[in-house]
């Protein structure tokens, strides 16, 4: 009886010991940052400025704006948890092949920003963006597609909610935090130790202008059942673009699948008035 009680015991001490763990350490888990920038535009050899933004908060954060000759529109890319900008070149290519010119930053604490990640300061530094291409550059809301890749999903969406942007595309994305951690941590309560949220579910309904969703059955990540459920929310109107491979090189993996379908979402929604 006392091993059976010894074993309960130390089972229990485990389990919140785990608890604990998860909630104390939810940055960490959360975000990836990487400091050095292994690759600049430059190396493809397009200009490009290389911007310091100023947050409300008063944090330096760190971008490129990547121009393109008679742009067509300007994607503001919001990408995920892990790396900093200088791993999305890649994308700024077929952004720049559809005619996008392309602005891109690294949330606080990546790259060459300054500060920590928060999702409070994710959502500040997407909105430093968004200033920038409105003032600074003078481009007009309904040019601006709002572009996010994984958790750069639900940044975009966040911005997408209250701002009037001309587009939303949103890819590999979740529909919240804690709907993630409760298919990773099945066993613990983790809606309850959750210190952020990222609720792109409760907030697109809101967005106001088109939205795409792109998102592969192949994802390893996030389930692919979290893009139809965002796509089902979203107000019309909307586009679905299924894509094949995995989570961070689906859209590469996918090559002319993913570039076509994103064309045909700018041609129907962005390009439109320019027929």
Known sequence: MYTTVSIAAVAVLLYLGLTGLVYLRQDALIYYPV??????PADYGWEFDDLTLRTEDGVNIHAWYVPVENARGVVLFCHGNAGNIGHRLDSIRIFRDLGLSVLIFDYRGFGNSEGRPSESGTYRDVRAAWKFLLEDKNVAPERIVVFGRSLGGAVATYLASSQPVGA?????????????AARLYPLLPVRWLAKYNYNSLA???DVQAPVLVVHSPEDELVPFAHGQALYATAPESKMFLEISGGHNMGFLSSG????EGLRSFLEQYVFEEKH
Request: aromatic share 8%; charged share 15%.
């Open 203 to 205: 907030r697109i309904s």
């Open 35 to 40: 400091a050095e920038i292994a690759q600049t």
């Open 168 to 180: 939303l595309i949103i890819e590999s994305a979740f529909t919240s935090l804690p709907d993630m």
């Open 256 to 259: 002319a699948v993913y570039v």
